[in-house]
T-cell receptor, first 114, second 109 residues
Framework: EAQVTQNPRYLITVTGKKLTVTCSQNMNHEYMSWYRQDPGLGLRQIYYSMNVEVTDKGDVPEGYKVSRKEKRNFPLILESPSPNQTSLYFC?????????????FGSGTRLTVV | GQNIDQPTEMTATEGAIVQINCTYQTSGFNGLFWYQQHAGEAPTFLSYNVLDGLEEKGRFSSFLSRSKGYSYLLLKELQMKDSASYLCAVPSGNTPLVFGKGTRLSVIA
């Protein structure tokens, strides 16, 4: 089944403890992206990647890191999480061509930083 | 950059028709997407318009006017399960989709 898989679905952590949210897609998509979603603010871009070893900042990259060593994986790293990073996170992927298919989203990761 | 506006909330009655509007400003147009998102779940693709006019897909239709920077999503024969947020989104060059803040639709009996 074609899908984007994120893990974990839920995570509660403490301020300053490094964490990684994994994202993997099995559709051979070139584009991958991370969004966070907060009430009243909608989906906002954190980082995106157009291909292996190519990553760029989105609108809200502060406090986050990403890597794209393989086409299928695009992990989101929080080196020192803070409470303002409490949010619902989505990973998404898209083929390089075929814009009319838009993005396929993972199921989301609800992160709470205390 | 992109600027996308849509109403924050709407309420409609089961069985009725509702129109959700979206206005956008973008440098270079590459189409417009509509997504549906149930609370706490991932957005799912509904429609994509790149040419002017109405695209019909079952109970859902989407309209685009590029000259006016305007789109709407039309939902017919509303069902309770249509209660969700509806997100308007536009691509911007090589960057990912830029989303509006979404319209939360409540369908009431």
């Amino acid at each position: 089944e074609a899908q984007v898989t994120q893990n974990p679905r839920y995570l509660i952590t403490v301020t300053g403890k490094k964490l990684t949210v994994t994202c993997s897609q099995n559709m051979n998509h070139e584009y991958m992206s991370w969004y966070r979603q907060d009430p009243g603010l909608g989906l906002r871009q954190i980082y995106y990647s157009m291909n292996v070893e190519v990553t760029d900042k989105g609108d809200v990259p502060e406090g986050y890191k990403v890597s794209r060593k393989e086409k299928r994986n695009f992990p989101l790293i929080l080196e020192s999480p803070s409470p303002n990073q409490t949010s619902l996170y989505f990973c998404a992927s898209s083929p390089r061509t075929g814009l009319n298919y838009g993005y396929t989203f993972g199921s989301g990761t609800r992160l709470t930083v205390v | 950059g992109q600027n996308i506006d849509q109403p924050t909330e709407m309420t409609a009655t089961e069985g009725a028709i509702v129109q959700i509007n979206c206005t956008y400003q973008t440098s270079g147009f590459n189409g417009l997407f509509w997504y549906q998102q149930h609370a706490g779940e991932a957005p799912t693709f509904l429609s994509y318009n790149v040419l002017d006019g109405l695209e019909e897909k079952g109970r859902f239709s989407s309209f685009l006017s590029r000259s006016k920077g305007y789109s709407y999503l039309l939902l017919k024969e509303l069902q309770m399960k249509d209660s969700a947020s509806y997100l308007c989104a536009v691509p911007s060059g090589n960057t990912p989709l830029v989303f509006g803040k979404g319209t939360r639709l409540s369908v009431i009996a």
